[in-house]
């Protein structure tokens, strides 16, 4: 890493790609709110654990922010189970103004019988 590198996240740092900074971010958020449900909620760590399905002991690991413990599928499902509503936000890199478009010599073939498939449109 160079003196003067910026990065738009810690992720964006200590990960190797942008693929594992990207998941890395969303486990961190993810997390983040689990760990502030079980706060606002005023459960025990076995009440939320019950709630969500899991064990006590892994609760306590989310509540003590053992990331790698957890996937971005079970902390969906935990959010969700939890009255949460998670979604995801996509967003392009800075500077692609150009959106993509398929070639002119792209045909599609969405919505169209395979090869030798009966016409069943009563053509």
């Known amino acids: 890493m160079?003196?003067?590198?910026?990065?738009?996240?810690?992720?964006d740092a200590i990960e190797d790609t942008p693929r594992q900074a990207?998941?890395?971010r969303a486990r961190s958020e993810l997390m983040m709110a689990l760990?502030?449900?079980v706060k606002i909620s005023g459960k025990t760590q076995a009440e939320a654990a019950q709630l969500l399905?899991?064990?006590?002991p892994r609760m306590s690991d989310l509540m003590r922010?053992?990331?790698s413990l957890f996937s971005i599928d079970s902390m969906m499902d935990m959010?969700?189970?939890?009255?949460?509503?998670p979604?995801?936000?996509?967003?392009?890199?800075k500077g692609s103004n150009k959106t993509q478009t398929p070639?002119?010599?792209?045909?599609?073939?969405?919505?169209k019988p395979p090869k030798g498939a009966a016409n069943n449109m009563g053509c």
């Open 2 to 11: 160079s003196k003067g590198q910026r990065f738009t996240s810690i992720w």
């Open 22 to 24: 990207a998941g890395m």
């Open 35 to 37: 760990q502030e449900w």
């Open 53 to 56: 399905g899991i064990t006590q």
């Open 65 to 67: 922010g053992k990331i």
């Open 79 to 85: 959010a969700t189970t939890a009255g949460l509503e």
């Open 87 to 93: 979604h995801v936000t996509i967003k392009k890199p």
């Open 103 to 111: 070639s002119s010599n792209t045909r599609s073939t969405r919505n």
